[in-house]
């Protein structure tokens, strides 16, 4: 069984850089042909998919976000990454993580409220 485990930032101040980690356990992030997401959910809004990183290292990133963000991995720890740099109050959400197989999103982390404000 794949879980996922969301880093907690907690508050971040507005235009700082907002870094969060996601860690996989039961199954392997360099696995063919995974894909692993960011995805986040301001309050009262709809799901926003933030970006991904693939089984061999490629990143995808949404292009409303694409300035500010990158993802990273670190293969030795089965975690991946997000950094949102300048972050503002509109970046207030709850991020998640999820593998994408022939299923998108088929797993998910439990997300992690992250909240910007001075």
């Known amino acids: 069984q794949v879980q996922l485990q969301e880093s907690d930032p907690g508050l971040v101040k507005p235009s700082q850089t907002l870094s969060l980690t996601c860690t996989v356990s039961?199954?392997?992030?360099?696995?063919?042909?995974?894909?692993w997401s960011w995805i986040r959910q301001p309050p009262g809004k709809g799901l926003e998919w933030m970006g991904a990183i693939s089984y061999s290292g490629s990143t995808y990133y949404s292009p409303s976000l694409k300035s500010r963000t990158s993802i990273s991995r670190d293969t030795s720890k089965n975690h991946f990454t997000l950094q949102l740099r300048f972050v503002t109050p509109e970046d207030t959400a709850v991020y998640y993580c999820a593998r994408d197989g022939d299923i998108p999103h088929d797993y998910w982390g439990q997300g992690t409220q992250v909240t910007v404000s001075s």
């Open positions: 039961g199954g392997s992030i360099t696995t063919n042909y995974y894909y």
